[in-house]
């Protein structure tokens, strides 16, 4: 598998992982309201946000964007000559 992907499906999991430690104190904030018909909506937000992130790290792996983050201090250090994946 390209490097560039496993970035983004690590970025993707690593967010995923998150919303799940935080969507237990959500649910609870949710059934103590009156907004607990929102549950399913706070579900699906956090998957959405899990694959949104999953495609911004693939889009800030590409060459173009690492070239500009570079000139902004901000790039990626890959000084093992690229031997890792």
Do not use: C, H, W, Y
């Not at 911004?56 to 031997?83: C, H, K, N, Q, Y």
């Amino acid at each position: 598998m390209n490097p560039k992907n496993k970035r983004a499906i690590r970025t993707a999991l690593q967010t995923l992982a998150a919303v799940v430690a935080v969507l237990p104190a959500l649910a609870a904030l949710l059934a103590d309201s009156d907004l607990a018909a929102a549950a399913p909506a706070v579900i699906a937000a956090a998957a959405s946000a899990a694959a949104v992130a999953g495609v911004v790290a693939r889009v800030m792996a590409s060459p173009a964007v690492e070239v500009l983050l570079d000139r902004f201090g901000i790039g990626l250090v890959d000084d093992d000559g690229g031997t890792r994946e």
